[in-house]
């Protein structure tokens, strides 16, 4: 008898098969696509689908990365009339800075757009741009003539910046539009007839060569082309006054985006609509057309984004509370403000020139350091 010291006990060894490159062959996986392959498909979808395919696989992760945009998100500008003090403020990292801007004190903010400023001074009148990034100045030539709404097409440091100023004559149913450029030695104005015009509900904004603005009353839309000086009615959407009951306090915003204009209703606790320029009329957008939407408004300038993962599909303004500001938004997908108490004030925001919504340059960083 063999002692069990001795005794050999049999072992089951269980081998691993691995699977040989036929079999691999037959039955390919997606993730084995090629790199190339996967950016082109990953190029063409939206950030939100982009999102999600990324969290497949790896190599589905790495592609997705490389061909994902993500726009930037503009920041919060908060000033006082008689203070050199600005108060920056980052939406998305919850950041705050200060920064004393003493070229701006005694002087009111106009218009803002392509991270400048359109300055009025209070006590000279004149106008000039300003970069409160870089702390650049450039003059404009001297006017007496009054208006009513002032913008500017591009960069001052650009070739093709034009800056137009319209100034509504009601009762004599004409406004006279001023023109002039960086560099000029004066303004050139001229009268248009505007037979519906009552007066501007949006700021100016800029367009294909084209400045365009809305009116209340008639509810039309106008667009004025520099170069041929030519002023015309484009579009009258009356009836949708009409069919959202009225809004005698509405509020309205023009934006652009991507060569389309869009016109935003706002009305106290009633949800914002929003409405895309078509080829022949206003076209109401759906909740699934807002998808991806981010729309920023001010006193002084409105701004559309369409990438912008952590506020999507939002409609954002400023407030401030307790002496600070903040950004109060709604949210199309969820049908509700925040924060909750927000819309009892949305009709007072737009009316308070104490802030604005302002591009910050890449390296925006090396100027607040």
């Avoid at 001795?6 to 036929?22: L, Q």
């Avoid at 904004?205 to 082309?225: E, K, P």
Wanted: glycine share 4%; aromatic share 14%.
């Amino acid at each position: 008898m063999a002692s069990p010291s001795t005794s050999t006990s049999s072992t089951t060894i269980t081998r691993k098969r691995f699977n040989t490159k036929s079999e691999v062959a037959l039955k390919p996986s997606f993730s084995d696509l090629p790199s190339s392959l996967l950016e082109v498909i990953m190029s063409r979808l939206v950030l939100k689908d982009n999102i999600i395919a990324s969290a497949s696989c790896k190599s589905w992760c790495e592609a997705a990365l490389s061909v994902r945009v993500v726009e930037k998100h503009p920041w919060l500008l908060s000033f006082s009339k008689r203070s050199s003090l600005f108060e920056l403020h980052d939406p998305v990292q919850s950041k705050s800075y200060t920064l004393n801007l003493p070229d701006l004190a005694e002087s009111t903010v106009r218009y803002s757009s392509h991270s400048w400023l359109l300055m009025h001074a209070s006590t000279t009148k004149d106008l000039f741009f300003f970069n409160p990034f870089t702390r650049e100045l450039i003059s404009l030539p001297k006017s007496t003539l009054p208006f009513q709404a002032i913008a500017f097409s591009s960069p001052p440091t650009s070739d093709n910046c034009v800056v137009v100023a319209l100034n509504f004559k009601l009762r004599q149913h004409y406004v006279t539009i001023s023109t002039c450029h960086p560099g000029a030695t004066e303004w050139i104005t001229e009268a248009f007839p505007a037979a519906l015009l009552y007066y501007m509900k949006s700021k100016l904004v800029y367009l294909n060569d084209r400045f365009y603005c809305f009116t209340f009353g008639g509810d039309s839309l106008y667009s004025f082309h520099p170069s041929s000086r030519t002023w015309v009615c484009l579009a009258d959407v009356y009836h949708y006054h009409q069919l959202q009951g009225g809004w005698e306090r509405r509020e309205t915003f023009l934006a652009e985006k991507q060569g389309e204009l869009f016109l935003v209703f706002t009305c106290g606790k009633e949800k914002p609509v929003v409405f895309k320029q078509g080829s022949l009329q206003w076209e109401k957008m759906s909740s699934t057309e807002l998808d991806g939407f981010t729309i920023f408004f001010s006193s002084y300038y409105s701004q559309i984004r369409t990438n912008l993962p952590w506020m999507r599909k939002n409609l954002c303004s400023l407030r401030f509370g307790n002496n600070r500001m903040r950004c109060l938004s709604y949210s199309f997908d969820k049908s509700r403000y925040n924060p909750h108490k927000g819309s009892l004030s949305w009709l007072k925001l737009v009316s308070r020139p104490k802030c604005l919504w302002i591009d910050p340059p890449d390296n925006v960083l090396d100027y607040l350091g």
